[in-house]
């Protein structure tokens, strides 16, 4: 089964570091970009990066750039969402997603994880 | 940015109903445009991508169609399973952008 599977929630205090992470399995993992996207609580689907796990390939979304890192350990199958300093504001519900068709980034997202929670107050 | 405006941003029907949800883009997309259903706590789910391809497993009552600027969904007769959120999604760049929802209640 194709699947993506992401870590716990997580509360932190502002200010705090935090690296959350997406396991694919049951396909090809240097093969297909993984996306990142926030969810804010309430709100709609904001498109964060994308980074092929192949050569770590990454692209940001403008409003993300330096927010955040997005990264890939191909060795487990792994991608990850990181941020060096939490503020209240990226309190979401964050999911990773996988295009239908490989090395393709212009494409829908048929594989999604099932998101974790960062909730960041003091 | 390309912009994917969603209309409408809620809306109420009854089972059996037909719904139509629409969204236009701030440029021409060709056919890149895909359209998810989130239920609450559930991460989105794939219905339509290439904006008329009906996804694998998804019920044939949901069908899209455009092409260019303006994208349509459609539920042919609303099942009470498909109150929901959803969103469209371009894909023609990469810089991804989503439709802001449409949120479809019971009335």
């Known amino acids: 089964e194709v699947q993506l599977v992401q870590s716990g929630a997580e509360v932190k205090k502002p200010g705090e570091s935090l690296k959350i992470s997406c396991k694919g399995s049951?396909?090809?993992?240097?093969?297909?970009?993984i996306g990142w996207v926030r969810q804010m609580p309430g709100k709609g689907l904001e498109w964060m990066g994308i980074?092929?796990?192949?050569?770590?390939?990454?692209r940001y979304s403008p409003s993300f750039q330096g927010q955040v890192t997005i990264s890939a350990d191909k060795s487990i199958s792994t991608a990850y969402l990181q941020w060096s300093s939490l503020k209240a504001s990226d309190t979401a519900m964050y999911y990773c997603a996988r295009p239908r068709n490989r090395d393709s980034t212009f494409d829908a997202f048929d594989i999604w994880g099932q998101g974790t929670m960062v909730i960041v107050s003091s | 940015d390309i912009q994917m405006t969603q209309s409408p941003s809620s809306l109420s029907a009854s089972v059996g109903d037909r719904v139509t949800i629409t969204c236009r883009a701030s440029q021409s997309i060709s056919s890149y445009v895909n359209w998810y259903q989130q239920k609450p706590g559930k991460a989105p789910k794939l219905l339509i991508y290439a904006a008329s391809s009906l996804q694998s497993g998804v019920p044939s009552r949901f069908s899209g169609s455009g092409s260019g600027t303006d994208f349509t969904l459609t539920i042919s007769s609303l099942q009470p399973e498909d109150f929901a959120t959803y969103f469209c999604?371009?894909?023609?760049?990469?810089?991804?952008?989503f439709g802001q929802g449409t949120r479809l209640e019971n009335k």
């Open positions: 980074i092929y796990p192949g050569d770590s390939d990454t």
């Open positions: 999604h371009q894909s023609y760049i990469t810089l991804i952008t």
């Open positions: 049951g396909y090809s993992f240097t093969s297909y970009w």
